[in-house]
T-cell receptor
């Protein structure tokens, strides 16, 4: 069964610093991968997705993620953090071999941005 | 209204009450989902509907009863809940299930914050 691991339940960066949120998946078949963001008291919003096209995926709000098959990783990065980036981020995986295309979510990483 | 809407946004109920959560999607999708989001726990998939038919019940207690009268509306009927059922309940929709073109990209509503006293 597919699973996804997000290392670090909390990540704290200074405003203007690099943001790196880690996500690793377990699958022998390259899955579809997603990053979602959740702002306080809101639902989840899709940041970006990998669907077997380009390995470097650009998303909204300046975020990007790189699919690395050899490392089974899909880490989320942003060159310069902004205060408005403070939120919870979820990595999710979908197995293309599973006809239901069910999404499996990681446990989330809360990003704190210090002034 | 656009996207996925949920009502009410906040709900406080006693353990003996009966209440319902409503979700409506304005995206023309055919699949709808209920998730439970508790503090310090991963997002838990509860139910999945595809073209109004339930395709997944993730071992959810019977005090939660879903209803999907059409592809645009999804309800979660609640009765005799427990305090541990307090959580954020999220509704989502996707184009459908099992089609590669959609990659099962899910669109979420803002959630209903449920408190059971």
């Amino acid at each position: 069964a597919q699973s996804v691991t997000q290392l670090g339940s909390h990540v704290s960066v200074s405003e203007g610093a690099l943001v790196l949120l880690r996500c690793n998946y377990s699958s022998s078949v390259p899955p579809y991968l997603f990053w979602y963001v959740q702002y306080p008291n809101q639902g989840l919003q899709l940041l970006l997705k990998y669907t077997s096209a380009a390995t470097l995926v650009k998303g909204i709000n300046g975020f990007e993620a790189e699919f690395k098959k050899s490392e089974t990783s899909f880490h989320l990065t942003k060159p310069s953090a902004h205060m408005s980036d403070a939120a919870e981020y979820f990595c999710a995986v979908s197995d293309p071999m599973d006809s239901s295309y069910k999404l499996i979510f990681g446990s989330g990483t809360r990003l704190l941005v210090r002034p | 209204e656009t996207g996925v809407t949920q009502t009410p946004r906040h709900l406080v109920m006693g353990m003996t009450n009966k209440k319902s959560l409503k979700c409506e999607q304005h995206l023309g999708h055919n699949a709808m989902y209920w998730y439970k989001q508790s503090a310090k726990k991963p997002l838990e998939l509860m139910f999945v509907y595809n073209f109004k038919e339930q395709t997944e019940n993730n071992s959810v207690p019977s005090r939660f009863s879903p209803e999907c009268p059409n592809s645009s509306h999804l309800f979660l009927h609640l009765h005799t809940l427990q305090p541990e059922d307090s959580a954020l309940y999220l509704c989502a929709s996707s184009q459908d299930l099992g089609t590669e073109s959609s990659y099962n990209e899910q669109f979420f509503g803002p959630g209903t914050r449920l408190t059971v006293l």
